[in-house]
Protein backbone atom coordinates (compact mmCIF):
# COMPACT_ATOMS: atom_id res chain seq x y z
CA UNK A 1 0.00 0.00 0.00
CA UNK A 2 1.49 3.61 -0.74
CA UNK A 3 0.32 6.87 0.41
CA UNK A 4 1.52 9.64 -0.93
CA UNK A 5 3.96 12.27 1.09
CA UNK A 6 1.83 15.08 3.28
CA UNK A 7 2.82 18.45 2.18
CA UNK A 8 4.36 21.09 5.15
CA UNK A 9 0.53 22.38 6.03
CA UNK A 10 -0.65 19.05 6.59
CA UNK A 11 2.51 18.07 8.73
CA UNK A 12 2.05 21.10 10.90
CA UNK A 13 -1.51 20.48 11.23
CA UNK A 14 -0.99 16.69 12.57
CA UNK A 15 2.27 17.93 14.58
CA UNK A 16 -0.35 20.87 16.16
CA UNK A 17 -3.58 19.46 16.48
CA UNK A 18 -3.18 15.86 18.58
CA UNK A 19 -5.56 17.22 20.85
CA UNK A 20 -8.36 17.55 18.86
CA UNK A 21 -8.61 15.32 15.15
CA UNK A 22 -6.32 13.65 16.48
CA UNK A 23 -8.52 12.47 19.50
CA UNK A 24 -11.16 12.16 16.98
CA UNK A 25 -9.38 9.81 14.65
CA UNK A 26 -7.94 7.23 17.04
CA UNK A 27 -8.93 8.55 20.46
CA UNK A 28 -7.91 10.25 23.37
CA UNK A 29 -4.26 9.91 24.41
CA UNK A 30 -4.03 7.49 27.55
CA UNK A 31 -3.43 8.98 30.57
CA UNK A 32 0.32 9.53 31.74
CA UNK A 33 1.28 8.95 28.56
CA UNK A 34 4.63 11.03 27.79
CA UNK A 35 4.51 12.92 24.46
CA UNK A 36 5.69 10.74 21.73
CA UNK A 37 6.29 7.90 23.62
CA UNK A 38 3.40 5.85 21.59
CA UNK A 39 5.57 2.22 20.28
CA UNK A 40 4.96 1.92 17.03
CA UNK A 41 3.72 -1.36 16.12
CA UNK A 42 6.07 -3.06 13.32
CA UNK A 43 4.66 -6.30 11.88
CA UNK A 44 8.14 -7.53 10.22
CA UNK A 45 10.09 -6.56 12.71
CA UNK A 46 7.91 -8.68 14.85
CA UNK A 47 8.03 -11.46 12.80
CA UNK A 48 11.75 -11.36 12.45
CA UNK A 49 12.34 -11.56 16.31
CA UNK A 50 9.48 -13.80 16.91
CA UNK A 51 9.18 -16.60 13.54
CA UNK A 52 11.71 -19.14 14.70
CA UNK A 53 9.27 -19.72 17.37
CA UNK A 54 5.88 -20.76 15.30
CA UNK A 55 6.01 -24.47 16.70
CA UNK A 56 6.67 -23.13 20.20
CA UNK A 57 4.31 -20.84 20.31
CA UNK A 58 1.78 -23.19 19.09
CA UNK A 59 2.64 -26.21 21.21
CA UNK A 60 1.84 -23.50 23.80
CA UNK A 61 -1.44 -21.52 22.85
CA UNK A 62 -2.82 -22.92 20.32
CA UNK A 63 -3.73 -26.81 19.65
CA UNK A 64 -0.85 -28.70 20.99
CA UNK A 65 -1.64 -31.89 19.14
CA UNK A 66 -0.83 -29.76 15.95
CA UNK A 67 2.45 -29.46 16.15
CA UNK A 68 3.09 -32.64 17.45
CA UNK A 69 1.33 -34.19 14.79
CA UNK A 70 3.55 -32.27 11.92
CA UNK A 71 6.87 -33.52 13.69
CA UNK A 72 5.66 -36.96 13.63
CA UNK A 73 5.29 -37.23 9.79
CA UNK A 74 8.17 -34.48 8.72
CA UNK A 75 5.66 -31.56 8.10
CA UNK A 76 7.12 -29.04 10.00
CA UNK A 77 8.42 -27.31 7.46
CA UNK A 78 8.88 -23.38 7.57
CA UNK A 79 7.69 -21.61 4.75
CA UNK A 80 9.15 -18.32 4.02
CA UNK A 81 6.92 -17.19 1.06
CA UNK A 82 4.04 -18.32 -1.51
CA UNK A 83 3.03 -17.36 -5.03
CA UNK A 84 0.12 -19.33 -6.92
CA UNK A 85 0.41 -22.71 -6.40
CA UNK A 86 4.33 -22.67 -5.26
CA UNK A 87 5.94 -22.12 -1.77
CA UNK A 88 9.42 -21.79 -0.90
CA UNK A 89 11.30 -22.58 2.40
CA UNK A 90 14.18 -20.94 4.08
CA UNK A 91 16.29 -22.32 2.05
CA UNK A 92 14.53 -21.16 -1.53
CA UNK A 93 13.21 -24.42 -1.99
CA UNK A 94 10.34 -24.52 -4.33
CA UNK A 95 7.11 -26.41 -3.22
CA UNK A 96 4.60 -27.24 -5.21
CA UNK A 97 0.90 -27.14 -3.71
CA UNK A 98 -1.89 -29.62 -4.43
CA UNK A 99 -3.99 -28.74 -1.06
CA UNK A 100 -4.65 -25.17 -1.76
CA UNK A 101 -5.48 -24.53 1.98
CA UNK A 102 -8.00 -27.41 1.50
CA UNK A 103 -8.99 -25.59 -1.33
CA UNK A 104 -9.00 -21.66 -0.01
CA UNK A 105 -6.87 -21.06 -2.32
CA UNK A 106 -8.89 -21.11 -5.90
CA UNK A 107 -6.49 -18.59 -7.29
CA UNK A 108 -3.37 -19.19 -5.55
CA UNK A 109 -1.30 -17.50 -3.00
CA UNK A 110 -1.29 -13.51 -3.38
CA UNK A 111 -3.01 -13.24 -6.53
CA UNK A 112 -2.14 -9.61 -7.45
CA UNK A 113 -5.82 -8.69 -8.33
CA UNK A 114 -6.75 -9.54 -5.21
CA UNK A 115 -4.02 -7.93 -3.53
CA UNK A 116 -4.79 -4.67 -5.29
CA UNK A 117 -8.84 -4.52 -4.06
CA UNK A 118 -7.78 -5.24 -0.77
CA UNK A 119 -5.04 -2.54 -1.07
CA UNK A 120 -7.66 -0.09 -2.62
CA UNK A 121 -10.46 -1.06 -0.33
CA UNK A 122 -8.38 0.14 2.66
CA UNK A 123 -7.09 3.48 1.31
CA UNK A 124 -10.55 3.68 0.48
CA UNK A 125 -11.77 4.22 4.28
CA UNK A 126 -14.94 3.10 3.97
CA UNK A 127 -17.77 3.59 6.69
CA UNK A 128 -17.63 -0.37 6.89
CA UNK A 129 -20.29 -2.04 9.15
CA UNK A 130 -22.33 0.80 10.68
CA UNK A 131 -25.19 -2.14 10.54
CA UNK A 132 -27.67 0.89 9.94
CA UNK A 133 -26.73 1.64 6.16
CA UNK A 134 -26.78 -0.10 2.83
CA UNK A 135 -22.94 0.16 1.49
CA UNK A 136 -22.50 -0.99 -2.26
CA UNK A 137 -19.89 -3.36 -2.51
CA UNK A 138 -22.49 -6.35 -0.94
CA UNK A 139 -24.95 -5.42 -3.27
CA UNK A 140 -22.17 -5.33 -6.32
CA UNK A 141 -21.06 -8.80 -5.07
CA UNK A 142 -24.24 -10.41 -4.87
CA UNK A 143 -24.94 -9.14 -8.28
CA UNK A 144 -22.26 -10.90 -9.58
CA UNK A 145 -22.23 -14.04 -7.73
CA UNK A 146 -26.08 -14.45 -8.94
CA UNK A 147 -25.47 -13.82 -12.58
CA UNK A 148 -23.23 -17.35 -12.22
CA UNK A 149 -26.33 -18.78 -9.99
CA UNK A 150 -29.14 -19.78 -12.59
CA UNK A 151 -32.60 -19.70 -11.44
CA UNK A 152 -31.33 -18.17 -7.35
CA UNK A 153 -32.38 -14.50 -6.26
CA UNK A 154 -30.99 -13.63 -3.24
CA UNK A 155 -27.22 -14.05 -0.85
CA UNK A 156 -26.55 -13.75 2.82
CA UNK A 157 -22.93 -13.12 3.24
CA UNK A 158 -21.54 -14.68 6.58
CA UNK A 159 -17.88 -15.81 7.18
CA UNK A 160 -17.11 -18.63 6.74
CA UNK A 161 -18.58 -22.59 4.98
CA UNK A 162 -19.83 -23.85 7.90
CA UNK A 163 -21.54 -19.72 9.00
CA UNK A 164 -23.16 -20.53 5.15
CA UNK A 165 -24.78 -24.14 6.12
CA UNK A 166 -26.07 -22.97 9.42
CA UNK A 167 -27.93 -20.36 7.59
CA UNK A 168 -29.21 -22.33 4.87
CA UNK A 169 -30.41 -25.33 7.91
CA UNK A 170 -32.09 -21.99 9.33
CA UNK A 171 -33.60 -20.65 6.26
CA UNK A 172 -34.76 -24.40 5.00
CA UNK A 173 -36.45 -24.94 8.39
CA UNK A 174 -38.29 -21.94 8.63
CA UNK A 175 -39.18 -21.74 5.24
CA UNK A 176 -41.13 -25.31 5.31
CA UNK A 177 -42.51 -25.13 8.53
CA UNK A 178 -40.38 -28.94 9.36
CA UNK A 179 -37.68 -29.83 11.58
CA UNK A 180 -35.53 -32.45 10.49
CA UNK A 181 -32.92 -32.14 7.87
CA UNK A 182 -31.39 -35.11 5.94
CA UNK A 183 -27.59 -35.45 4.96
CA UNK A 184 -25.55 -38.52 3.09
CA UNK A 185 -23.47 -40.97 4.76
CA UNK A 186 -19.77 -39.61 4.87
CA UNK A 187 -20.44 -35.93 4.20
CA UNK A 188 -17.93 -33.14 5.28
CA UNK A 189 -20.73 -29.85 5.69
CA UNK A 190 -18.31 -27.97 9.26
CA UNK A 191 -17.83 -28.24 12.69
CA UNK A 192 -20.20 -25.73 14.39
CA UNK A 193 -22.98 -27.29 16.27
CA UNK A 194 -25.37 -26.99 13.41
CA UNK A 195 -23.55 -28.02 10.71
CA UNK A 196 -21.83 -31.04 12.68
CA UNK A 197 -25.18 -32.08 13.42
CA UNK A 198 -25.02 -33.31 9.20
CA UNK A 199 -21.70 -34.58 9.67
CA UNK A 200 -21.66 -37.64 8.33
CA UNK A 201 -18.45 -38.64 10.62
CA UNK A 202 -18.81 -40.02 13.70
CA UNK A 203 -14.93 -39.07 14.14
CA UNK A 204 -16.32 -35.44 14.45
CA UNK A 205 -19.64 -36.25 16.21
CA UNK A 206 -18.21 -37.56 19.04
CA UNK A 207 -18.51 -36.06 22.27
CA UNK A 208 -20.86 -33.40 21.19
CA UNK A 209 -23.82 -34.83 21.74
CA UNK A 210 -26.70 -33.75 21.92
CA UNK A 211 -27.08 -32.94 18.09
CA UNK A 212 -30.29 -31.47 16.54
CA UNK A 213 -32.35 -34.53 15.20
CA UNK A 214 -31.54 -34.97 11.80
CA UNK A 215 -30.48 -38.19 9.80
CA UNK A 216 -27.55 -40.03 7.65
CA UNK A 217 -29.09 -41.54 4.20
CA UNK A 218 -26.36 -43.17 1.85
CA UNK A 219 -25.28 -41.29 -0.93
CA UNK A 220 -27.03 -41.87 -4.30
CA UNK A 221 -29.55 -43.55 -2.48
CA UNK A 222 -33.74 -42.68 -3.71
CA UNK A 223 -35.46 -45.39 -1.82
CA UNK A 224 -34.51 -44.14 1.31
CA UNK A 225 -34.96 -40.63 0.59
CA UNK A 226 -38.32 -41.31 -0.53
CA UNK A 227 -38.88 -43.27 2.84
CA UNK A 228 -37.95 -40.54 5.20
CA UNK A 229 -39.79 -37.90 3.15
CA UNK A 230 -42.98 -39.88 3.72
CA UNK A 231 -43.03 -39.44 7.30
CA UNK A 232 -44.02 -35.68 6.85
CA UNK A 233 -41.22 -33.57 8.94
CA UNK A 234 -38.18 -33.52 6.75
CA UNK A 235 -37.37 -29.52 5.49
CA UNK A 236 -34.36 -30.48 3.18
CA UNK A 237 -31.49 -32.75 1.53
CA UNK A 238 -27.74 -31.16 1.99
CA UNK A 239 -25.58 -32.67 -0.24
CA UNK A 240 -21.95 -32.67 -1.46
CA UNK A 241 -22.22 -32.91 -5.10
CA UNK A 242 -18.81 -34.18 -4.92
CA UNK A 243 -17.82 -35.50 -1.24
CA UNK A 244 -14.85 -33.99 -0.04
CA UNK A 245 -14.36 -36.86 2.34
CA UNK A 246 -12.99 -39.56 -0.34
CA UNK A 247 -14.02 -38.19 -3.36
CA UNK A 248 -16.98 -39.70 -4.29
CA UNK A 249 -19.10 -38.56 -6.95
CA UNK A 250 -23.22 -38.57 -6.67
CA UNK A 251 -24.30 -41.28 -9.08
CA UNK A 252 -25.85 -39.63 -12.29
CA UNK A 253 -29.29 -38.97 -12.32
CA UNK A 254 -29.49 -38.75 -8.46
CA UNK A 255 -29.59 -35.07 -7.49
CA UNK A 256 -32.24 -34.55 -10.41
CA UNK A 257 -34.13 -37.31 -9.15
CA UNK A 258 -33.79 -36.54 -5.46
CA UNK A 259 -34.98 -32.67 -6.10
CA UNK A 260 -37.95 -33.68 -7.87
CA UNK A 261 -38.99 -36.19 -4.39
CA UNK A 262 -37.71 -33.81 -2.37
CA UNK A 263 -40.02 -30.93 -3.94
CA UNK A 264 -43.04 -33.69 -4.19
CA UNK A 265 -42.92 -33.70 -0.69
CA UNK A 266 -42.97 -29.55 -0.04
CA UNK A 267 -38.55 -29.83 1.04
CA UNK A 268 -35.61 -28.21 -0.36
CA UNK A 269 -32.41 -29.32 -2.16
CA UNK A 270 -29.30 -28.21 -0.12
CA UNK A 271 -26.37 -28.04 -2.49
CA UNK A 272 -22.91 -27.67 -0.27
CA UNK A 273 -20.57 -26.41 -2.96
CA UNK A 274 -18.19 -25.07 -0.05
CA UNK A 275 -15.25 -27.21 -1.59
CA UNK A 276 -16.65 -27.95 -5.13
CA UNK A 277 -17.83 -24.52 -6.36
CA UNK A 278 -16.40 -21.63 -8.16
CA UNK A 279 -14.77 -23.52 -10.65
CA UNK A 280 -13.34 -26.23 -8.50
CA UNK A 281 -14.67 -29.13 -11.10
CA UNK A 282 -14.69 -27.47 -13.84
CA UNK A 283 -17.80 -25.99 -13.89
CA UNK A 284 -18.81 -22.56 -11.98
CA UNK A 285 -20.64 -25.11 -9.62
CA UNK A 286 -20.31 -28.94 -9.18
CA UNK A 287 -24.61 -29.71 -9.49
CA UNK A 288 -24.60 -28.01 -13.03
CA UNK A 289 -22.77 -31.04 -14.46
CA UNK A 290 -26.09 -32.92 -14.03
CA UNK A 291 -28.70 -30.87 -16.32
CA UNK A 292 -31.86 -29.90 -14.63
CA UNK A 293 -30.36 -29.42 -11.07
CA UNK A 294 -31.87 -26.39 -9.58
CA UNK A 295 -31.08 -26.35 -5.96
CA UNK A 296 -33.17 -23.94 -3.88
CA UNK A 297 -30.12 -23.06 -1.81
CA UNK A 298 -26.41 -23.14 -1.94
CA UNK A 299 -23.94 -22.90 0.11
CA UNK A 300 -20.36 -21.37 -1.20
CA UNK A 301 -17.31 -19.97 0.48
CA UNK A 302 -13.66 -21.37 0.49
CA UNK A 303 -12.02 -19.58 -3.24
CA UNK A 304 -14.64 -16.73 -2.37
CA UNK A 305 -12.25 -15.23 -0.13
CA UNK A 306 -9.46 -15.01 -2.37
CA UNK A 307 -7.38 -16.41 -0.08
CA UNK A 308 -7.22 -13.49 2.33
CA UNK A 309 -10.58 -12.67 3.87
CA UNK A 310 -12.99 -15.42 5.49
CA UNK A 311 -16.39 -15.22 3.65
CA UNK A 312 -19.20 -17.29 3.18
CA UNK A 313 -21.98 -16.76 0.91
CA UNK A 314 -25.63 -18.88 0.95
CA UNK A 315 -27.22 -18.28 -2.13
CA UNK A 316 -31.04 -19.20 -2.44
CA UNK A 317 -34.95 -18.56 -3.60
CA UNK A 318 -36.11 -15.52 -4.01
CA UNK A 319 -39.69 -16.94 -2.05
CA UNK A 320 -37.76 -18.30 1.09
CA UNK A 321 -35.87 -15.16 1.95
CA UNK A 322 -38.83 -13.19 1.96
CA UNK A 323 -40.32 -16.19 4.28
CA UNK A 324 -37.07 -15.47 6.76
CA UNK A 325 -37.71 -11.83 6.08
CA UNK A 326 -41.34 -11.92 6.12
CA UNK A 327 -41.57 -7.91 7.79
CA UNK A 328 -39.71 -5.06 9.27
CA UNK A 329 -40.07 -7.03 12.81
CA UNK A 330 -37.90 -9.63 11.35
CA UNK A 331 -35.23 -7.39 9.39
CA UNK A 332 -32.20 -8.92 11.51
CA UNK A 333 -33.46 -12.18 12.49
CA UNK A 334 -30.44 -14.37 11.12
CA UNK A 335 -27.29 -11.63 10.69
CA UNK A 336 -23.78 -12.36 10.71
CA UNK A 337 -21.44 -8.66 12.99
CA UNK A 338 -18.61 -9.32 10.43
CA UNK A 339 -20.81 -10.58 7.19
CA UNK A 340 -20.83 -8.04 3.87
CA UNK A 341 -17.42 -6.29 5.57
CA UNK A 342 -15.83 -4.34 2.47
CA UNK A 343 -12.85 -6.27 2.71
CA UNK A 344 -14.21 -9.41 2.06
CA UNK A 345 -16.89 -8.22 -0.36
CA UNK A 346 -13.76 -6.51 -2.15
CA UNK A 347 -12.03 -9.83 -2.24
CA UNK A 348 -15.10 -11.46 -3.66
CA UNK A 349 -15.40 -9.17 -6.36
CA UNK A 350 -11.95 -9.67 -6.90
CA UNK A 351 -11.72 -13.48 -7.32
CA UNK A 352 -15.39 -13.18 -9.56
CA UNK A 353 -13.46 -10.79 -12.13
CA UNK A 354 -10.27 -12.82 -11.97
CA UNK A 355 -11.95 -16.10 -12.72
CA UNK A 356 -13.60 -14.48 -15.48
CA UNK A 357 -11.13 -12.72 -17.00
CA UNK A 358 -8.30 -15.73 -16.58
CA UNK A 359 -10.99 -18.04 -17.69
CA UNK A 360 -10.13 -20.22 -14.53
CA UNK A 361 -12.83 -22.48 -14.53
CA UNK A 362 -11.87 -23.75 -18.40
CA UNK A 363 -8.29 -23.80 -16.81
CA UNK A 364 -10.01 -26.19 -14.48
CA UNK A 365 -11.40 -28.61 -16.37
CA UNK A 366 -8.43 -28.87 -19.21
CA UNK A 367 -5.74 -29.03 -16.46
CA UNK A 368 -7.81 -31.59 -14.45
CA UNK A 369 -8.28 -34.01 -17.23
CA UNK A 370 -5.09 -33.91 -18.39
CA UNK A 371 -4.00 -34.52 -14.42
CA UNK A 372 -7.16 -37.61 -13.96
CA UNK A 373 -6.02 -38.88 -17.32
CA UNK A 374 -1.92 -39.26 -17.09
CA UNK A 375 -2.74 -40.94 -13.23
CA UNK A 376 -5.67 -43.21 -13.88
CA UNK A 377 -3.27 -44.75 -16.64
CA UNK A 378 -0.80 -45.44 -13.94
CA UNK A 379 -3.87 -47.94 -12.24
CA UNK A 380 -2.58 -51.15 -14.72
CA UNK A 381 1.27 -50.52 -13.76
CA UNK A 382 0.79 -50.14 -10.69
CA UNK A 383 -0.80 -53.33 -8.19
CA UNK A 384 -1.28 -50.87 -4.89
CA UNK A 385 -3.19 -48.45 -7.09
CA UNK A 386 -7.01 -49.20 -6.73
CA UNK A 387 -8.66 -45.85 -8.35
CA UNK A 388 -8.28 -42.59 -9.82
CA UNK A 389 -11.49 -40.14 -9.79
CA UNK A 390 -12.93 -37.23 -9.25
CA UNK A 391 -13.84 -33.71 -11.56
CA UNK A 392 -11.63 -30.96 -12.54
CA UNK A 393 -9.21 -30.05 -9.87
CA UNK A 394 -10.69 -32.39 -7.31
CA UNK A 395 -9.17 -35.64 -8.27
CA UNK A 396 -9.36 -38.84 -5.57
CA UNK A 397 -6.06 -41.37 -5.80
CA UNK A 398 -7.01 -44.60 -4.05
CA UNK A 399 -4.70 -47.13 -3.08
CA UNK A 400 -5.91 -50.93 -2.13
CA UNK A 401 -4.68 -54.37 -1.32
CA UNK A 402 -2.65 -55.85 -3.49
CA UNK A 403 -2.04 -59.35 -5.28
CA UNK A 404 1.67 -59.95 -5.26
CA UNK A 405 1.86 -62.36 -1.49
CA UNK A 406 4.70 -59.47 -0.75
CA UNK A 407 3.23 -56.65 -1.00
CA UNK A 408 -0.18 -58.05 0.50
CA UNK A 409 1.97 -58.97 3.35
CA UNK A 410 3.45 -55.13 3.90
CA UNK A 411 -0.41 -54.11 2.91
CA UNK A 412 -2.21 -56.27 5.90
CA UNK A 413 0.54 -55.13 8.65
CA UNK A 414 -0.32 -51.43 7.73
CA UNK A 415 -4.16 -51.98 7.44
CA UNK A 416 -3.99 -53.78 10.95
CA UNK A 417 -2.45 -50.87 12.80
CA UNK A 418 -4.76 -48.38 11.34
CA UNK A 419 -6.55 -48.03 7.80
CA UNK A 420 -5.06 -44.89 5.94
CA UNK A 421 -1.35 -45.64 7.09
CA UNK A 422 -0.32 -46.38 3.50
CA UNK A 423 -1.89 -43.02 2.16
CA UNK A 424 0.31 -41.35 4.64
CA UNK A 425 3.31 -43.39 3.41
CA UNK A 426 2.73 -41.81 -0.25
CA UNK A 427 1.90 -38.16 1.07
CA UNK A 428 5.54 -38.02 3.22
CA UNK A 429 7.76 -38.75 0.63
CA UNK A 430 6.11 -36.96 -1.64
CA UNK A 431 6.51 -33.69 0.51
CA UNK A 432 10.38 -34.62 1.96
CA UNK A 433 11.70 -35.90 -1.37
CA UNK A 434 9.63 -34.21 -4.15
CA UNK A 435 8.55 -31.24 -2.29
CA UNK A 436 4.85 -31.32 -3.28
CA UNK A 437 2.26 -30.70 -0.67
CA UNK A 438 -0.43 -33.43 -0.41
CA UNK A 439 -2.77 -35.11 1.70
CA UNK A 440 -4.98 -38.07 2.68
CA UNK A 441 -8.47 -37.17 1.86
CA UNK A 442 -10.03 -38.60 5.60
CA UNK A 443 -9.27 -40.26 8.61
CA UNK A 444 -9.07 -43.72 8.14
CA UNK A 445 -8.85 -43.70 4.30
CA UNK A 446 -6.51 -45.27 1.70
CA UNK A 447 -6.88 -41.48 -0.78
CA UNK A 448 -5.57 -39.27 -1.46
CA UNK A 449 -7.45 -36.25 -2.52
CA UNK A 450 -5.77 -33.27 -5.23
CA UNK A 451 -6.99 -29.84 -4.94
CA UNK A 452 -4.46 -27.92 -5.78
CA UNK A 453 -4.91 -23.98 -6.75
CA UNK A 454 -6.85 -23.72 -10.09
CA UNK A 455 -4.07 -21.77 -11.59
CA UNK A 456 -1.66 -24.67 -12.09
CA UNK A 457 -0.85 -25.63 -15.19
CA UNK A 458 0.68 -28.37 -17.49
CA UNK A 459 4.20 -28.40 -16.41
CA UNK A 460 2.89 -28.56 -12.47
CA UNK A 461 1.13 -31.79 -13.74
CA UNK A 462 4.28 -33.19 -15.13
CA UNK A 463 5.96 -32.19 -12.22
CA UNK A 464 3.28 -34.21 -9.88
CA UNK A 465 3.23 -37.32 -12.11
CA UNK A 466 6.74 -37.66 -12.06
CA UNK A 467 7.21 -37.83 -8.70
CA UNK A 468 4.12 -39.86 -8.17
CA UNK A 469 5.62 -42.53 -9.97
CA UNK A 470 8.75 -42.12 -8.52
CA UNK A 471 7.31 -43.06 -5.09
CA UNK A 472 4.68 -45.43 -6.37
CA UNK A 473 7.78 -47.46 -7.94
CA UNK A 474 9.80 -47.01 -4.22
CA UNK A 475 6.13 -48.71 -2.88
CA UNK A 476 6.64 -51.22 -4.95
CA UNK A 477 9.93 -52.21 -4.81
CA UNK A 478 9.23 -53.18 -1.10
CA UNK A 479 11.73 -51.79 0.93
CA UNK A 480 13.94 -48.80 1.52
CA UNK A 481 13.25 -45.51 3.34
CA UNK A 482 9.04 -45.85 2.16
CA UNK A 483 8.48 -49.10 4.17
CA UNK A 484 10.79 -48.34 7.32
CA UNK A 485 8.38 -45.27 7.81
CA UNK A 486 5.75 -47.61 7.24
CA UNK A 487 6.89 -49.22 10.07
CA UNK A 488 7.00 -45.83 12.55
CA UNK A 489 3.54 -45.38 11.47
CA UNK A 490 2.93 -48.94 12.60
CA UNK A 491 4.48 -48.44 16.07
CA UNK A 492 2.95 -44.70 16.85
CA UNK A 493 -0.54 -46.72 15.84
CA UNK A 494 -0.22 -49.20 18.01
CA UNK A 495 0.56 -46.82 21.02
CA UNK A 496 -2.18 -44.70 20.31
CA UNK A 497 -5.14 -47.22 20.90
Not at 125 to 141: K, W, Y
Not at 188 to 212: I, K, M, Q, Y
Request: hydrophobic share 40%.
Amino acid sequence: MTTSEPNSESKEFEEGAHGSAGEAAHGPAREGAQPGARKEFDLGRLLTERGAERYELHSRYLNHQLPRMLHTIGFDKVYERAEGAHFWDEEGNDYLDMLAGFGVMGLGRHHPVVRKALHDVLDASLADLTRFDCQPLPGLLAEKLLAHSPHLDRVFFGNSGTEAVETALKFARYATGKPRVLYCEHAFHGLTTGSLSVNGEAGFRDGFAPLLPDTAIPLGDLDVLAKELKKGDVAALIVEPIQGKGVHEAPPGYLRAAQDLLHKHKALLIADEVQTGLGRTGDFYAYQHEEGVEPDLVCVAKALSGGYVPVGATIGKDWIFKKVYSSIDRVLVHSASFGSNAQAMAAGLAVLSVMEDEQIVANARATGELLKSRLAALVDRYELLSDVRGRGLMIGIEFGRPRSLKLRSRWTMLQAARKGLFAQMVVVPLLQRHRILTQVSGDHLEVIKLIPPLVVGERDVDRFVEAFTAVMDDAHGGAGLMWDFGKTLVKQAVANR
